[in-house]
């Protein structure tokens, strides 16, 4: 991904035949939850932020409005096993118990993120970084919150804690298993997509989608959520 593609944080406000024509049917609970406020998508035909991919050098725009990680801590030396680079097909989040197979994602024309049509089902850019992947941005994975029909798949992702796994099924048959370490919530509008996007060291995922106050006349949350999660090397590479 260059540093010209623009990279959305969300979803195309443009989409039709996923826009609901009411009001959610939920008004997000108040975010205020210090470490248990994280990340969770709502599509909702929202004008969701578009950054850069690749993570340039441009400073983050914004401070996080609600920020929480994990304390830093020393880690023994370990004889890990290695997770090879492979697509996800699955993604378990047992703390809230979401279980759903992953649908492709791709850029649209103005170079939004497409948007899962059904508001049970979880996508990933499957242009961008595979799970096990290194040097390279995160995994970018999305969801739905809700809709006027009622909670989506990740409506309770702001339940989750920081140390709880997220596990992804591997197309190669592995399971790669990731700790989320930290959970922001940023406006849209300021959304520092230089420091979500960057290029990590070690293979990480970032779920985003929207939340904060809901935008009646735009049909959309005000702000985008951001959880981070890291992969436990010893804690992979078994069977599907």
């Known amino acids: 991904m260059s540093d010209q593609m623009p990279f959305p944080g969300g979803f195309d406000p443009q989409q039709s035949g996923t826009d609901p024509q009411g009001e959610p049917s939920h008004r997000r609970r108040n975010l205020a939850r210090g470490a248990a406020a994280l990340a969770v998508v709502a599509a909702l035909g929202g004008a969701f932020l578009v950054g850069h991919a690749s993570g340039?050098?441009?400073?983050?725009?914004?401070?996080?409005?609600?920020t929480s990680a994990a304390p830093l801590q020393t880690?023994?030396?370990l004889a890990v096993k290695t997770v090879a680079p492979s697509p996800p097909v699955k993604i378990e989040i047992p703390s809230i118990g979401v279980s759903d197979?992953?649908?492709d994602l791709h850029l649209n024309p103005d170079g939004t993120l497409e948007v899962p049509t059904d508001y049970q089902?979880?996508?990933w850019y499957a242009d961008g970084a595979v799970p096990g992947d290194t040097n390279k941005p995160p995994t970018i994975i999305a969801g739905h919150v809700d809709s006027y029909q009622g909670p989506a798949v990740f409506f309770d992702l702001d339940k989750v804690k920081i140390g709880d796994q997220v596990r992804v099924t591997q197309q190669d048959?592995?399971?790669?298993?990731?700790?989320?370490?930290?959970?922001?919530?940023?406006?849209?509008?300021?959304?520092?997509?230089?420091?979500?996007?960057?290029?990590?060291s070690a293979s990480e995922l970032v779920l985003i989608t929207c939340t904060g106050a809901f935008d009646r006349t735009a049909r959309s949350y005000d702000?985008?959520?951001v959880l981070s999660a890291r992969l436990v090397p010893e804690l992979s590479?078994?069977?599907g």
């Open 173 to 200: 048959g592995t399971i790669a298993v990731y700790d989320v370490y930290a959970a922001s919530q940023y406006p849209k509008t300021e959304f520092p997509a230089s420091e979500v996007y960057k290029t990590r």
């Open 121 to 123: 089902q979880v996508g």
């Open 237 to 239: 590479g078994t069977a």
């Open 101 to 103: 197979d992953f649908v």
């Open 75 to 77: 880690q023994p030396t």
């Open 56 to 66: 340039s050098d441009a400073p983050a725009t914004a401070e996080a409005v609600t």
């Open 223 to 225: 702000d985008n959520l």
